[in-house]
């Protein structure tokens, strides 16, 4: 216990004190990685949160709040730069919402069975894993293609995949693309499922499926998923502020102070910088942290008896 | 003589079930206090200490006893119901695989005494008034798991509830600042729940309860934490509003401050 530490604030909901600056830094170095790669940095946001001693239902519902601020003032820097389809954003946020209301209703099954815990690290590991050496590969390929001189391989007009062969095709302008719903549909909804079992916004996902599989242009993706992101962040934040009543408000605007102020600079910094490098960073960082969890579930704990607290002491 | 051998049992009778029943009726009274009965969290919130303190009051007519005379006193913090896990290597990753749920056990307790609990009283009479670590009562919920298995997860447990500053024990913590008056500071850790808090203190003589008094210490969240609080707990739909509508502004308000072009 420190005693008389003038930087440490109390938080009414987790109902423990912790520290400002702590905070604010890990609000910081998420929110500076949100904005250069076009993430809410949920997937690192909570894990840290959980490390440092929140209670995870705390971490969780409090990092959507946090998403909600950092990926607002992203929105805004992309909005200003015209670097949002809005049409698609509003597709991919309204098939993300059907997505998490059916996560919150596995939620609570898993929940019910115990091992809820189980599988939030089996499916980090699993998609983190996934997607961090899918990224890492490609990222190389493309830099190595640089390298060695050939020219980019670029959008071609007449290039089509399977996706482009489906039905119920909508034009998206700002995109420049003429595509069936469904994959955006199947997208947005998986991604929706995922982020609200894992407590995360997806965005990291979501870059990847909306490049490789609906090759929307690169200046557009970034813009267009964070905006998505803040749809159903902020679904999510009024959901858990009903049902599990442990968004923390005070806990929220620390992590935003630092997370906006990062994210200016992160989305300034990307900018300037290659796509590939971006996908390159960003899938070593993915990659990380589903290390990180895997770690936890593979290495003999040094504890093996843990303490949880079902039913709160009547208030 | 008759007469008075009678009066003589009786007395000795009285004095016995007096003696057995803890009643306080008897020669040494106990009075103690806390030194406040709220404990208020507000913002800066880093924990604090309670002073519990007391006199050992006896009658004018009362011959001092010459046996020592020990003091406990026990903060016993709101009862929850808790699951402790054990994690075991299943398919090559550790998951937790066992567990005990524990019904009404103290979110937060810590006893102090003036000497050696084993040395107050015998564990007869600690454990009826649940004193000591090891003598809370931590039945598992519909176990059949073997002693040796009940004691590991029920040691398992104390041990992380005292890392967390939640739960413990010290022996010759309380102070006699004169022969009759004693005093004591529990230390409330920044995690404590809220509630309603018993503080018991009791007085032993020779092995024997001879008094206890009882008294109850408020735990609360004052000022903007309990506004907050209850928001969240009356209101959700307003609070979550608020959140969304606070987070929207600090991201608006970011790219106000940040814009450049």
Redesign the interface.
């Known amino acids: 216990m420190t005693r008389g530490a003038i930087l440490q604030i109390y938080l009414p909901i987790a109902e423990l004190p912790i520290n400002v600056f702590m905070i604010f830094a890990m609000g910081g170095t998420v929110g500076f990685l949100s904005g250069l790669f076009g993430i809410g940095g949920g997937f690192l946001l909570t894990p840290l949160l959980i490390f440092s001693g929140i209670p995870p239902a705390v971490s969780v519902a409090t990092v959507t709040t946090q998403i909600v601020a950092s990926s607002a003032s992203g929105v805004l820097s992309y909005w200003r730069k015209a670097g949002i389809d809005f049409k698609l954003a509003g597709v991919l946020l309204c098939s993300g919402i059907v997505g998490s209301a059916i996560g919150v209703w596995i939620f609570g099954i898993l929940r019910s069975l115990g091992q809820l815990d189980l599988v939030i690290s089996l499916a980090y590991v699993t998609f983190l894993g996934t997607i961090g050496v899918l990224m890492l590969g490609e990222s190389m390929k493309a830099i190595m293609r640089r390298k060695s001189g050939k020219a980019p391989a670029g959008r071609k007009p007449g290039q089509h995949n399977w996706v482009h062969g489906l039905p119920f095709k909508v034009r998206f302008r700002r995109s420049k693309l003429y595509v069936s719903v469904i994959p955006i549909f199947g997208i947005g909804s998986s991604i929706g499922f995922l982020g609200s079992v894992l407590g995360i916004g997806g965005g990291f996902m979501m870059v990847p499926a909306l490049i490789y599989l609906l090759r929307v242009p690169a200046n557009i993706v970034i813009g267009t998923s964070l905006l998505q992101i803040l749809g159903t962040m902020a679904v999510a934040t009024f959901l858990h502020a009903i049902n599990t009543q442990s968004v923390d408000i005070v806990l929220a605007l620390t992590l935003m102070i630092g997370g906006v102020i990062g994210a200016q600079f992160g989305a300034q910094v990307g900018q300037g910088m290659r796509g590939e490098h971006l996908r390159l960073g960003l899938g070593l960082l993915v990659l990380l942290v589903g290390l990180r969890f895997a770690f936890n579930l593979i290495v003999e704990p040094e504890d093996l008896y843990s303490v949880s607290v079902i039913e709160e002491p009547v208030k | 003589m008759r007469r008075a051998l009678h009066s003589l049992t009786t007395l000795l009778t009285v004095l016995f079930l007096a003696l057995i029943s803890g009643a306080p009726a008897l020669a040494e009274k106990l009075v103690s206090a806390v030194s406040s009965s709220h404990v208020a969290?507000?913002?800066?919130?880093?924990?604090t200490q309670i002073l519990v303190y007391g006199e050992i009051a006896r009658d004018a007519e009362t011959v001092s006893r010459t046996g020592n005379q020990d003091v406990v006193v026990v903060v016993e913090?709101?009862?929850?119901?808790?699951?402790?896990?054990?994690?075991?290597?299943i398919v090559?990753?550790?998951?937790?695989a066992t567990?005990q749920?524990y019904i009404a056990v103290p979110?937060f307790y810590a006893v102090h005494a003036t000497d050696d609990l084993r040395n107050i009283a015998s564990d007869d009479w600690l454990k009826q008034y649940r004193i000591g670590l090891e003598h809370l009562p931590l039945a598992a919920l519909g176990t059949r798991a073997p002693a040796l298995e009940r004691n590991a997860?029920k040691a398992?447990?104390l041990?992380?509830?005292v890392q967390h500053?939640l739960y413990s024990q010290m022996s010759k913590s309380i102070n006699f600042l004169s022969p009759t008056l004693f005093s004591t500071t529990v230390?409330l850790?920044?995690?404590i729940?809220?509630?309603d808090y018993k503080v018991t203190t009791f007085l032993f003589s020779g092995g024997v309860l001879l008094d206890q008094q009882e008294q109850v210490l408020t735990v609360a969240?004052t000022g903007?934490?309990?506004v907050?609080?209850n928001l969240?707990?009356q209101h959700?739909?307003v609070?979550?509003?608020?959140?969304?509508i606070?987070?929207?502004f600090?991201?608006?308000?970011?790219?106000v401050i940040?814009?450049?072009?």
């Open positions: 969290i507000t913002s800066n919130f880093t924990g913090g709101p009862l929850e119901r808790v699951t402790t896990w054990r994690k075991d290597r090559g990753l550790w998951i937790n567990s749920t979110s997860f398992a447990f041990r992380s509830r500053g230390d850790p920044a995690t729940p809220t509630g969240k903007f934490e309990q907050t609080f969240s707990r959700p739909a609070y979550g509003a608020l959140a969304i606070l987070a929207l600090t991201g608006w308000l970011a790219g940040f814009k450049k072009d």
